[in-house]
């Protein structure tokens, strides 16, 4: 296994000292698991993260899209 020597801003080193701390284990091992969790994490689209909100509303009007009356002027 390689070293890797990195410069990271004040805050987050205090962030990563306590995390490990608190899960009793090095730095090192700690941030190796974020980076392959990372790595794992497939991406996401709009539709996959708003998927839940997806029909949620109602507008009460049944016909928007098809609706020339509801469609006048869109897109101006």
């Given at each position: 296994m390689k070293t890797l020597t990195m410069k990271v801003p004040d805050e987050l080193l205090v962030w990563l000292?306590?995390?490990?701390?608190?899960?009793?284990?090095?730095?090192s091992a700690l941030l190796r698991n974020i980076l392959q969790q990372h790595r794992q994490r497939r991406p996401q689209s709009a539709l996959d993260l708003a998927a839940d909100l997806c029909g949620c509303?109602?507008?009460?009007?049944?016909?928007?899209?098809?609706?020339?009356?509801?469609?006048?002027?869109?897109?101006?």
């Open positions: 000292e306590n995390e490990a701390k608190r899960a009793r284990q090095p730095k509303v109602e507008s009460g009007l049944g016909d928007l899209a098809r609706s020339k009356k509801h469609l006048k002027g869109f897109g101006r």
